[in-house]
């Protein structure tokens, strides 16, 4: 296996129609990829494939950073902040425990003892002691915020926050620590 040194993959932001879709933009249209060894990168695929192969973080490619769109720039949730695949794996391996272990029914029990609106961090915090669990052994966080999202959908909760930051307009926007309320049955 070649060592990741040798094979440093750069992304570089293409030309950005105004009216660029932001699902696309954030999934890797509109950018270029590159490596220094000189192996051909037409795609976002062909660079994620490279970056497997050289043991390198398939969602940043090695570069331990994510930029969603020009100028914002975050620490890789994938690999957390490492660029190694070893690492990526052992973080999506926790995403799928915490997925058995975080159930949607227990994020119902925890924001059922709100009164008021609630944030995503108070409920983490509340999942995370419920279940004994020290910080970072496994990633609470994202589970309870995609449990939330998912009983957003579904019409039980409603998100009570604007955006912390619009990135391209309001189809890539940012939350830091967004607020739900439960919402009332019909009837």
Not at 76 to 95: E, V, Y
Not at 100 to 107: K, N, P, R, S, W
Not at 131 to 140: A, E, N
Request: a negative charge; proline letters at 7%; aromatic letters at 4%.
């Amino acid at each position: 296996m070649a060592r990741v040194a040798e094979h440093t993959i750069t992304v570089e932001w293409g030309d950005i129609p105004p009216d660029a879709d932001g699902p696309a933009l954030v999934g890797g249209a509109y950018r270029e990829y590159s490596c220094t060894c000189g192996v051909p990168l037409p795609h976002r695929m062909a660079a994620e494939l490279h970056a497997v192969a050289t043991e390198q973080c398939s969602t940043c490619l090695g570069s331990a950073v994510e930029e969603l769109v020009p100028g914002f720039r975050r620490g890789c949730t994938s690999c957390a902040g490492t660029g190694r695949r070893r690492n990526q794996l052992m973080w999506q391996l926790a995403h799928a425990e915490a997925e058995l272990v975080i159930t949607v029914d227990m994020v119902r029990e925890v924001i059922a003892e709100f009164s008021g609106p609630f944030a995503l961090s108070t409920v983490a915090d509340t999942v995370r002691d419920r279940l004994g669990l020290r910080p970072g052994r496994l990633p609470v966080g994202p589970r309870v915020r995609d449990v939330l999202r998912e009983l957003e959908a579904a019409g039980e909760i409603e998100m009570i926050s604007a955006p912390d930051e619009m990135l391209m307009g309001p189809s890539v926007v940012v939350y830091r620590d967004p607020s739900w309320r439960r919402v009332s049955p019909a009837g």
